[in-house]
């Protein structure tokens, strides 16, 4: 089946440095994306990731390893507005669909 | 920038009605997409659209159907609305083309039905 994991929830520092993880067990694999959602409001388009490696931009950045079915999303210099939900989805294959993670919570704290 | 817009944010139904959402988007976007959010589940897909007239099934069409008659408008309809589809309702679009095909969403809809 399909299957993508993510924590539920992740506490971390303003100023500091997390990681949230995601695991994915998909039939296929065109491109992994995270998405921003703060609460009541749509997802956000953070990054993208075909290729194996590090994708940096600005504050953010996603790696990826196909081999392993598993990205990370890196958030440095935590600033409270990062309070948000992180969702993982991964696009099988070049039909647009995406299957999507239950997403992360992140709780910043001064 | 692109924009997505739904109808309402916010929209109280009884078991019964039927309900229409609406979502349009001004990028000249060719799919769209209706996902529904319940807390602890990810997004799940419940129709999408590659162009207009077509349609295809996502992983949970039953109780749903979508309409569209024009490239920039995308509808949900709930033909006899139930309690368990008390739900937030995201609209999407992407392009068609393109390397990366990003979902851009709408602020979405919270149904609730009584």
């Known amino acids: 089946g399909q299957n993508i994991d993510q924590p539920t929830e992740m506490t971390a520092t303003e100023g500091a440095i997390v990681q949230i993880n995601c695991t994915y067990q998909?039939?296929?694999?065109?491109?992994l994306f995270w998405y921003q959602q703060h609460a009541g409001e749509a997802p956000t388009f953070l990054s993208y990731?075909?290729l194996d490696g590090l994708e940096e931009k600005g504050r953010f950045s996603s790696f990826l390893s196909r081999s392993k079915g598993y990205s990370y999303l890196l958030l440095k210099e935590l600033q409270m507005k990062d309070s948000a939900s992180y969702l993982c989805?991964?696009?099988?294959?070049?039909?647009?669909?995406?299957?999507w993670g239950a997403g992360t919570k992140l709780i910043i704290k001064p | 920038d692109v924009k997505v817009t739904q109808s309402s944010r916010y929209l109280v139904k009884r078991t019964g009605e039927k309900v229409f959402l609406e979502c349009v988007q001004d990028?000249?976007?060719?799919?769209m997409f209706w996902y529904r959010q319940d807390p602890g589940l990810g997004l799940r897909l419940i129709y999408f659209s590659y162009d207009v007239k077509m349609k295809e099934k996502g992983d949970i069409p039953e109780g749903y159907s979508v309409s569209r008659e024009k490239k920039e408008r995308f509808s949900l309809i709930l033909e006899s609305a139930s309690t368990n589809q008390t739900s937030m309702y995201l609209c999407a679009s992407s392009l068609r083309g393109g390397n990366t095909n990003t979902q851009y969403f709408g602020p979405g809809t919270r149904l609730t039905v009584l």
């Open positions: 990731n075909v």
């Open positions: 990028m000249d976007h060719e799919n």
């Open positions: 989805a991964v696009r099988k294959n070049s039909n647009y669909q995406l299957i």
């Open positions: 998909t039939s296929g694999f065109n491109g």
